[in-house]
């Protein structure tokens, strides 16, 4: 089987500043990835080259063995990628369940049940008919991640989905998150919280000033010379 | 709530046979600026893209109702229907370049838009009458008018209805959320903002060929005044733009306060209109109804 989503030598600069310098890497079906490095490191820019909000400078991103670099941000979210954003992007004025309803074609009962089901399922029933603006932040959170599943992805992009997120959310969270996985889904994790990314991820990728510099499984990542530097050394 | 709006209906459609002339006219105002605003509304009150320069919409569509009626000697229910078709097709030709510009850009675009189509109709002489303007052989419709433009102010608002109360109205306004995570979650934020304008620019073609008819003479200054513009901008802001009843609530009460103000103080009339528009912006961004809406957690379909 070809890898679900293949990165192949992608440069992306800001202002002469390589932000995602030359990385490459492959994720096969089924499982979860994570992609740690320090901030500022390329994270959230290689994220942004994948789903096509930033045009690559070079290389070439595939997904299912088909070329998408150079699509639209929509044509991508339909062939199967689904993302959430490292700072919140709900759409505010519209409820709860309105942010999903708009992600959906085909019948509207049938949206609106799987709607439902999706903020039953995170815990947000009861806030369906309220506006997106007026949710907690971790709501707000829960708000992204479901929509997102809305669009029945086949790949997750998850930008820091701990962040501000409180224990017990974050629990019901991580246990979606390997339950999409055994539902097949596919998964690139960033993360900040080293014990959720052992814990979840079978294969880490290591970002430094926008250059790969290191990829394994999550114990070998921990023990790695140059990690090690990236994140306490200097 | 069908009850109420059956019967304001009732009431307008029996109200020319004992309407005053004036109040005729009056009445068949309200109904042009209830289209304006409620055009606008579809695309800028719902995708957030503000448009500076909806009268040209107006203006094409006076123009073409115009010349069909006075060189090809249309009738003129046909006419405002073709006002509304040319409108259209002039949406599709701007809507293409301008709407891959960001927001501003394209407010400051379609400002540029106007300028541009009342130059080329000046220009056009043969065609338009050029400066002079284009007269059209007398005839008293008023109140077949009234009824027309009556039926335009409903089809608009009805239209504003079904939208806004559907899945595309709702991605509509994903785009003025937030157009970068509207695109990440799989709309074509382009083609609905063009579906919108297209929308947006019905109403205002058929009212402009209306127009056109009823006052017999129209010349470039009377059909692409900025002026037309910014009335059903405030109008639409005042009663709330995003819902389906603002522009009709801000339609009728400016109307209605213009008149009375420009009747009886007509030098502070401008200054007055100026200052809804600051107050409106400053005090109550959402509207009189979008107020409502937010606090007391009224559906969509007000
Ligand atoms: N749109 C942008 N314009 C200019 N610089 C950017 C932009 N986006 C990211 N950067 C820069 O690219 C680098 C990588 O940022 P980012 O991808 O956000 O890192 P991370 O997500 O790993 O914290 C940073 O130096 C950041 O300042
Ligand atoms: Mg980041």
Redesign the pocket.
Known sequence: MPPVLSVERVRKS??G?A?VNDVSLALEPGRIYGLI?P????????FNCITGIERLDAGRVSFRGERIDGLKPWQIARRGIGRTF?IIRVFPELTALENLLVVTRGARAEAERRGRELLEFVRLGDLAGEYAGNLSYGQQKLVEFVRMLMTEPTLILLDEPAAGVNRTLLNDLLDAVSRLRDAGKTVLL?EHDMKVVMGLCETVFV?DH?EKIAEGPPGAIQADARVIEAYFGR | MAAAILSVLAALAAYPVVGTGYGVRSVQQIFMWIALAGSWNLISGLTGYVSFGHVAFFGAGAYAGAILVASAGWPWPLAALAGGAAAVVLAVVIGYPCLRLKGPYFAIAMLGLNEVLRALVSYFEGLTGGGNGLSLPTLDASVPIYYVMGVLAVVVTAMSWLIVTSRFGLRLMTIREDEVAAEAMGIDTFHHKLAALLLSAVGPGVAGALMARDQGYIEPISVFPLAITVTMIVMALFGGKGTVFGPVLGAAALFVAQEIVWARYPYVHPLLFGAIIVGVVLLMPRGVLGLLQQRYRLPRTI
């Open positions: 800001f202002g500043v932000a490095g901030n500022g490191s390329g994270k959230t820019t290689l490292q960033v970002l926008g």
